[in-house]
C-alpha cells in the first residue's frame, strides 16, 4: 500500500466522514464521491438488499458475501444479468460486500469503462472500508430511531389484549405489515412438549399476488399510528385463508432434525435460507421426497409453502418464553421476492423476543381460564352431587313409604277386577285403580333410578348397537308419524361404558325428541368419530324438528323435576345428563327456537375399533 499514498488519503477521508454530524445518505453519497475521484472510476454505487430481485444475478453475487473482482481480460458472461442491471455494469468493476458477521448492509459497486488491473493493495483497501461504511450504517442514529420507534409501536399493539389468538394475529400482522417488519408472509409454529413436535399455529399473508397488490393497495391509504391500524385489522380474513390453512395441517416431530424449523428449535438460533434457481449453475441438492431443497430443510416448508422449490427462500427465528425456545417464526418474501437480509433477521429477532413473551403469558392465561373453568365445573359437579345425596335419601324414603302401601292397593284392586264381571258397571273404576297405580311405580322407579347410585361397567361397546335396540323402543310409541334420518360412518371407534345405561341414557333422549314434534317431523341422528387434544372421541348428534326451546328456560333443561310438558316429571334429560357424565362424556344442546333442538353428546373413544354394522 505504500505505492498508493492516495489510499491513506481515501481511508481517512472515509473514517472523518462516517463520523461527521451529516445524515446517512449524505454520508453514503461522501464515501462514493471520495472513491470516484482517488480512483478515478466511471460509475459509484451502494446497491441496498432492496435493489436486488431474488432470482436476479446480483442477488447471488450478494449471496456469497464475497468480493467479485473483474479485471482487465477476465471473460465475463453478460448472459445471465436482467436488463436492469447491465445498466451499471462496466468493462472493468467490482462488488465489495458492506456488512459484518452478523449482517449484510448491500453491495459497493465501483465501475471502470477503460480496461484496468487492481491490485491487492486495493482490494485490502475496500475491504476496510466496507467494514467501516457497514459500522456507519449500522450505527445511523436515525435508522436506531426508526426501529426503536417501529419496536414500541409493536409492543404497544401486543398489550392491547391476553387473548390468546388474538396475540398471535397481532404478531404475524405486526411482522407482515408495510410499516411494521415488512415481509409478505408470516408463520408461527408451537412446540407441544408433550408429543415432542412443532405444530402449525397460524399463518397471516395473501394466497395469491393478485390479493398481495390489493391488501398492500388498502393498508397504503390509511394513515394513523402503527399500533392502532394492526389492532383495527380483523383476523377473520387472514385465519380463514389457504395459507392458515395449510400451515394449521403441518405437524413436525422435533426429532427430524433434517428440517430447518426443528433446528431452529434445537440450536435456539436463527436460520436465513435461500435457494436460487439451479439453471444458473448454483448448488442445487434433494431431499429425501425429492423436492428441490436442500436436504438440511426437508420438504417441511419449501414444498408446502412456496410451490416453486426451485427458487424459495424464507428465514427462521426462535421464539423464546422463559428460557426456553416455544415456538418458531418463519417469514418470506414470496410476492415481491425481496432478499431477507440479516439486518432483517436482526430486527424481526428484537420483536420476537417480546412477542415469546406476550405469547407465552398468553398461553398462561389461557391454561388459568381452562382450569378456572374445570375448577367451576367440578365446583358444580360437587354441589350437584351434594344434592343428589340429600335428594337420593329424600327420595328413598318416600318412595319406600309410599311404595308399600301402593303395592298394597294395586294388589287389592287387581283382585276386584278379577272379581267383577267384564260387563259389570264397577269394571271401569278398578281398571282406572290399576293404570294410575302402575303409573304411580313407574314415577317411582324413575326417582330411584335418577337417585340411585348404580355400579357402572365399562366395556368396550358399539354405540351404533346401543342406539339401534334404543330405537326399536322408541319405533313402538311413535309408530309412522316420524321419519327417521341415520348418517352413520361405516368404521366408529368403540366407547367404555356400561350398555344398559346408555341404552337407557338414548331412549330417554329420543323420546324427549319425538315428543318435541307434536304431529310429523323428522329426526336425524349423526354419528362422527373426532379428534380434539390429541384423543378420538365419538361424537352424536340427535336433532328433531320441533319448535326448539324458550331461551329463557334453556338453562333448566337438565334440573331434575323441570319440565314443560303438562304430564311430565322432569326426570328424562337430568337422567341422560347424569349417565353420561358419569361416563366421562359430555352433552350439548344447540337450539333454535321455532325451528328444533340437537342434543349433542361426545364420548371418549377406546383404542379398539368397531367393525361396520351388519
Given at each position: 500500500?505504500?505505492?498508493?499514498?492516495?489510499?491513506?488519503?481515501?481511508?481517512?477521508?472515509?473514517?472523518?466522514?462516517?463520523?461527521?454530524?451529516?445524515?446517512?445518505?449524505?454520508?453514503?453519497?461522501?464515501?462514493?464521491?471520495?472513491?470516484?475521484?482517488?480512483?478515478?472510476?466511471?460509475?459509484?454505487?451502494?446497491?441496498?438488499?432492496?435493489?436486488?430481485?431474488?432470482?436476479?444475478?446480483?442477488?447471488?453475487?450478494?449471496?456469497?458475501?464475497?468480493?467479485?473482482?473483474?479485471?482487465?481480460?477476465?471473460?465475463?458472461?453478460?448472459?445471465?444479468?436482467?436488463?436492469?442491471?447491465?445498466?451499471?455494469?462496466?468493462?472493468?468493476?467490482a462488488f465489495i460486500p458492506v456488512g459484518n458477521g452478523s449482517s449484510f448492509e448491500g453491495l459497493l459497486y465501483i465501475g471502470f469503462e477503460r480496461p484496468r488491473k487492481s491490485f491487492q493493495q486495493e482490494r485490502d483497501l475496500f475491504a476496510l472500508i466496507s467494514e467501516v461504511m457497514a459500522e456507519t450504517i449500522h450505527q445511523d442514529p436515525s435508522r436506531r430511531?426508526?426501529?426503536?420507534?417501529?419496536?414500541?409501536?409493536?409492543?404497544?399493539?401486543?398489550?392491547?389484549?391476553?387473548?390468546?389468538?388474538?396475540?398471535?394475529?397481532?404478531?404475524?400482522?405486526?411482522?407482515?405489515?408495510?410499516?411494521?417488519?415488512?415481509?409478505?408472509?408470516?408463520?408461527?409454529?408451537?412446540?407441544?412438549?408433550?408429543?415432542?413436535?412443532?405444530?402449525?399455529?397460524?399463518?397471516?399473508?395473501?394466497?395469491?399476488?393478485?390479493?398481495?397488490?390489493?391488501?398492500?393497495?388498502?393498508?397504503?391509504?390509511?394513515?394513523?399510528?402503527?399500533?392502532?391500524?394492526?389492532?383495527?385489522?380483523?383476523?377473520?380474513?387472514?385465519?380463514?385463508?389457504?395459507?392458515?390453512?395449510?400451515?394449521?395441517?403441518?405437524?413436525?416431530?422435533?426429532?427430524?432434525?433434517?428440517?430447518?424449523?426443528?433446528?431452529?428449535?434445537?440450536?435456539?438460533?436463527?436460520?436465513?435460507?435461500?435457494?436460487?434457481?439451479?439453471?444458473?449453475?448454483?448448488?442445487?441438492?434433494?431431499?429425501?421426497?425429492?423436492?428441490?431443497?436442500?436436504?438440511?430443510?426437508?420438504?417441511?416448508?419449501?414444498?408446502?409453502?412456496?410451490?416453486?422449490?426451485?427458487?424459495?427462500?424464507?428465514?427462521?427465528?426462535?421464539?423464546?418464553?422463559?428460557?426456553?425456545?416455544?415456538?418458531?417464526?418463519?417469514?418470506?418474501?414470496?410476492?415481491?421476492?425481496?432478499?431477507?437480509?440479516?439486518?432483517?433477521?436482526?430486527?424481526?429477532?428484537?420483536?420476537?423476543?417480546?412477542?415469546?413473551?406476550?405469547?407465552?403469558?398468553?398461553?398462561?392465561?389461557?391454561?388459568?381460564?381452562?382450569?378456572?373453568?374445570?375448577?367451576?365445573?367440578?365446583?358444580?359437579?360437587?354441589?350437584?352431587?351434594?344434592?343428589?345425596?340429600?335428594?337420593?335419601?329424600?327420595?328413598?324414603?318416600?318412595?319406600?313409604?309410599?311404595?308399600?302401601?301402593?303395592?298394597?292397593?294395586?294388589?287389592?284392586?287387581?283382585?276386584?277386577?278379577?272379581?267383577?264381571?267384564?260387563?259389570?258397571?264397577?269394571?271401569?273404576?278398578?281398571?282406572?285403580?290399576?293404570?294410575?297405580?302402575?303409573?304411580?311405580?313407574?314415577?317411582?322407579?324413575?326417582?330411584?333410578?335418577?337417585?340411585?347410585?348404580?355400579?357402572?361397567?365399562?366395556?368396550?361397546?358399539?354405540?351404533?348397537?346401543?342406539l339401534e335396540e334404543s330405537l326399536s323402543m322408541v319405533r313402538e310409541e311413535i309408530g309412522d308419524r316420524i321419519r327417521i334420518v341415520k348418517q352413520l360412518p361405516e368404521e366408529l371407534p368403540k366407547v367404555a361404558g356400561d350398555f344398559q345405561h346408555l341404552k337407557h341414557a338414548f331412549f330417554n333422549l329420543l323420546t324427549n325428541a319425538c315428543q318435541a314434534m307434536?304431529?310429523?317431523?323428522?329426526?336425524?341422528?349423526?354419528?362422527?368419530?373426532?379428534?380434539?387434544?390429541?384423543?378420538?372421541?365419538?361424537?352424536?348428534?340427535?336433532?328433531?324438528?320441533?319448535?326448539?326451546?324458550?331461551?329463557?328456560?334453556?338453562?333448566?333443561?337438565?334440573?331434575?323435576?323441570?319440565?314443560?310438558?303438562?304430564?311430565?316429571?322432569?326426570?328424562?334429560?337430568?337422567?341422560?345428563?347424569?349417565?353420561?357424565?358419569?361416563?366421562?362424556?359430555?352433552?350439548?344442546?344447540?337450539?333454535?327456537?321455532?325451528?328444533?333442538?340437537?342434543?349433542?353428546?361426545?364420548?371418549?373413544?377406546?383404542?379398539?375399533?368397531?367393525?361396520?354394522?351388519?
Open positions: 500500500m505504500s505505492e498508493h499514498p492516495e489510499a491513506y488519503i481515501l481511508l481517512k477521508a472515509v473514517l472523518l466522514i462516517s463520523h461527521s454530524s451529516a445524515s446517512l445518505e449524505e454520508k453514503l453519497g461522501q464515501v462514493l464521491q471520495a472513491i470516484s475521484d482517488t480512483f478515478q472510476a466511471d460509475r459509484t454505487l451502494f446497491l441496498k438488499p432492496d435493489q436486488m430481485r431474488e432470482n436476479g444475478w446480483l442477488s447471488r453475487v450478494a449471496a456469497e458475501r464475497k468480493p467479485l473482482w473483474v479485471d482487465e481480460g477476465f471473460s465475463f458472461g453478460k448472459g445471465s444479468i436482467l436488463p436492469e442491471e447491465g445498466s451499471f455494469i462496466c468493462s472493468s468493476f430511531k426508526r426501529e426503536f420507534s417501529t419496536l414500541w409501536e409493536l409492543n404497544k399493539a401486543l398489550l392491547t389484549t391476553v387473548n390468546f389468538e388474538r396475540i398471535i394475529f397481532l404478531t404475524l400482522t405486526a411482522i407482515t405489515l408495510g410499516d411494521g417488519l415488512g415481509f409478505n408472509r408470516a408463520m408461527l409454529f408451537l412446540v407441544n412438549e408433550k408429543e415432542k413436535a412443532l405444530e402449525g399455529s397460524m399463518a397471516v399473508g395473501p394466497d395469491n399476488a393478485e390479493e398481495a397488490g390489493r391488501i398492500w393497495g388498502a393498508l397504503s391509504q390509511k394513515r394513523g399510528v402503527l399500533s392502532d391500524l394492526i389492532t383495527q385489522l380483523n383476523g377473520s380474513a387472514s385465519t380463514s385463508s389457504n395459507l392458515n390453512s395449510i400451515v394449521k395441517e403441518i405437524r413436525i416431530p422435533l426429532e427430524q432434525q433434517q428440517c430447518i424449523l426443528s433446528r431452529t428449535v434445537l440450536e435456539g438460533k436463527p436460520f436465513n435460507v435461500r435457494f436460487p434457481g439451479s439453471q444458473e449453475g448454483w448448488l442445487q441438492t434433494r431431499c429425501e421426497r425429492g423436492c428441490h431443497l436442500s436436504s438440511e430443510v426437508g420438504c417441511y416448508v419449501g414444498d408446502q409453502l412456496g410451490r416453486d422449490t426451485m427458487a424459495y427462500s424464507f428465514a427462521t427465528i426462535p421464539l423464546w418464553g422463559k428460557g426456553k425456545v416455544i415456538g418458531v417464526i418463519v417469514v418470506d418474501n414470496f410476492f415481491n421476492q425481496r432478499p431477507i437480509t440479516d439486518e432483517d433477521l436482526r430486527f424481526l429477532g428484537l420483536f420476537a423476543n417480546q412477542a415469546g413473551l406476550a405469547i407465552e403469558n398468553a398461553m398462561l392465561y389461557r391454561h388459568l381460564e381452562e382450569v378456572h373453568q374445570e375448577l367451576k365445573e367440578t365446583q358444580t359437579l360437587l354441589v350437584q352431587h351434594e344434592k343428589m345425596v340429600a335428594l337420593g335419601e329424600l327420595a328413598s324414603t318416600v318412595a319406600h313409604q309410599i311404595k308399600n302401601p301402593l303395592v298394597s292397593i294395586g294388589g287389592f284392586a287387581r283382585r276386584l277386577d278379577r272379581a267383577i264381571p267384564a260387563d259389570g258397571p264397577e269394571k271401569r273404576y278398578t281398571e282406572t285403580i290399576l293404570k294410575e297405580a302402575a303409573r304411580l311405580e313407574r314415577t317411582l322407579d324413575d326417582i330411584l333410578s335418577y337417585t340411585r347410585e348404580d355400579l357402572i361397567v365399562f366395556n368396550p361397546h358399539d354405540l351404533r348397537d346401543i307434536q304431529e310429523k317431523g323428522t329426526l336425524t341422528i349423526r354419528m362422527n368419530p373426532i379428534l380434539r387434544n390429541g384423543s378420538m372421541y365419538v361424537r352424536v348428534e340427535v336433532e328433531d324438528t320441533g319448535k326448539g326451546i324458550d331461551p329463557e328456560t334453556l338453562h333448566n333443561v337438565f334440573n331434575p323435576f323441570y319440565s314443560t310438558k303438562e304430564s311430565g316429571l322432569g326426570l328424562g334429560l337430568p337422567i341422560v345428563h347424569r349417565i353420561i357424565t358419569s361416563h366421562r362424556g359430555r352433552i350439548e344442546v344447540d337450539n333454535h327456537p321455532g325451528k328444533g333442538v340437537t342434543f349433542i353428546i361426545t364420548l371418549q373413544a377406546t383404542s379398539q375399533p368397531a367393525s361396520s354394522p351388519l
